[in-house]
């Protein structure tokens, strides 16, 4: 009996000793993958900021930092800067958050809060089916019926209501083209709500209800409770969405190309035509051909990616200060 016994313990243990191994085996084939899967990701992102480097070598060697000073842009006489495309992409970019961001909080506090339930799934059903639509749409819907439009009621209304404005006046000046910065800015808007929108809503779902019922149990209103608790409790998932709509901002391309005029000159005026570094880079690359023009090109790029690093950047720290100040 005893060898029985000790047969059948001797066999339990090799039993385990085999799945303690097994486990192990793939314990560590999961963290080789994942380890893996993060070295690549900044391979391809060093791969990148490398390829961009090189590829503007050329145009960076001859025109030196004065490559982003200068408004002029002339391949004919290969006369090169990026000055232009660099307003135009933070202006627009700017604006769009500046609309977007409590367009979309407001819609997903409405969507959490306030709205009868049977009405948030077609709600948010619409919202995020806006997402949806190519940018090249938004581009000939902001051709042919938005811009014109604004071209012959908003523009011209706004124009004669700042006219005379210090200032204002300046900023809402010129013919009403219909196109222009604000209405690339507007139709920006519109393409990065649905984002800021549905992560918003998201992170809105995970603050414990608890939390929000202890807030109405001692009288707090909707907006108290929403102001002092909802918004304070996902502020870092709020910020992961308007960086995502940023970050769509600062790279879109078509719709923008169709409503921005593409015009290398910087203007006062949000009403006159303007470029972006996208816009910039998706008309003219076909048409490139010579080494610093190509070159000039991809140096935008670079400073696109340069300047959406360094907007990452800032939102990082700033949400490492809020939780340094608030103690999380």
């Not at 970019?93 to 409590?102: E, F, G, L, R, Y």
């Not at 124009?159 to 300046?170: K, T, V």
């Not at 600062?250 to 719709?255: K, P, Q, W």
């Amino acid at each position: 009996m005893s060898a029985v016994s000790e047969a059948v313990t001797s066999s339990a243990m090799r039993t385990r000793e085999a799945t303690v191994r097994r486990f192990a085996f793939t314990d560590m084939v999961f963290r080789a993958a994942t380890r893996a899967s993060a070295i690549l990701v900044l391979v391809i992102l060093g791969g990148v900021a490398i390829s961009l480097f090189a590829g503007s070598w050329e145009a960076l060697s001859k025109f030196g930092f004065s490559f982003l000073t200068t408004e002029a842009w002339n391949p004919v006489t290969e006369n090169f800067g990026a000055l232009a495309p660099i307003y135009g992409t933070i202006v627009t970019s700017a604006i769009a958050i500046i609309i977007a961001v409590p367009i979309g909080i407001g819609i997903a506090v409405f969507l959490t809060e306030l709205c009868p339930r049977p009405l948030r799934r077609p709600i948010g059903i619409a919202v995020e089916l806006l997402a949806g639509i190519p940018s090249i749409i938004y581009g000939i819907w902001g051709l042919f019926v938005f811009a014109p439009f604004l071209q012959t009621t908003i523009q011209p209304f706004i124009i004669d209501i700042f006219h005379g404005i210090p200032g204002l006046s300046s900023l809402f000046a010129g013919p009403p083209y219909g196109i222009g910065l604000l209405t690339s800015s507007l139709i920006l808007a519109i393409m990065v709500l649905p984002f800021i929108t549905s992560i918003t809503k998201d992170v809105f779902d995970t603050v414990p209800a608890v939390l929000k019922e202890s807030a109405y149990g001692i009288g707090c209103t909707t907006w108290e409770v929403t102001r002092r608790v909802v918004i304070p409790y996902t502020r870092v998932g709020i910020m992961g969405g308007v960086m995502l709509g940023l970050g769509r901002a600062l790279g879109e391309t078509m719709a923008v190309t169709f409503v921005i005029g593409n015009a290398h000159r910087i203007s006062a005026s949000l009403f006159a035509p303007g470029t972006t570094i996208s816009a910039t880079i998706a008309n003219e690359f076909t048409e490139a051909d010579g080494e610093l023009y190509t070159s000039s090109l991809v140096a935008l790029g670079l400073i696109l990616f340069i300047i959406t690093f360094i907007i990452l950047a800032l939102a990082r720290y700033m949400l490492l200060r809020i939780d340094s100040r608030t103690g999380a």
